[in-house]
């Protein structure tokens, strides 16, 4: 299992900008698919942005395309979520998700085994 933590999330106002950390530590993170999903008060978790072990492939939901990026640090343990153009239909909670080589696809959140504890993104109108 990979132990992660998120961090970085706040209060922000309409069309202002985030960046979410999550440090991993335990198995070898470079070997994991990473991702982000939210999830907002009273609907479901979903889907927001991974990346692949390598870094090389990247992966959106289409509400976020073009406003955030998704990106890693393998010799930090790390990765981000960059959140421009905030809109207060982004506010949730956030959490980074590990993937292990082979599970599932990078887009559901079935193959995705360790969580982190979540970070509170508000966006004001």
């Known amino acids: 299992q990979v132990q992660l933590v998120e961090s970085g999330g706040g209060l922000v106002q309409a069309g202002g900008s985030l960046r979410l950390s999550c440090a991993a530590s335990?198995?070898?993170?470079?070997?994991?698919?990473m991702g982000w999903f939210r999830q907002a008060p009273g609907k479901e978790r979903e889907f927001v942005a991974a990346?692949?072990?390598?870094?090389?492939?990247?992966y959106y939901a289409e509400s976020v395309k073009g406003r955030f990026t998704i990106s890693r640090d393998n010799a930090k343990n790390t990765v981000y979520l960059q959140m421009n153009s905030l809109k207060p239909e982004d506010t949730a909670v956030y959490f980074c998700?590990?993937?292990?080589?082979?599970?599932?696809?990078?887009?559901?959140?079935?193959?995705?085994?360790?969580w982190g504890q979540g970070t509170q993104v508000t966006v004001s109108s």
């Open positions: 998700a590990a993937r292990p080589p082979g599970f599932g696809t990078a887009t559901a959140r079935a193959g995705y085994t360790s």
């Open positions: 335990g198995r070898t993170f470079s070997n994991y698919g």
């Open positions: 990346i692949s072990w390598s870094g090389g492939s990247t």
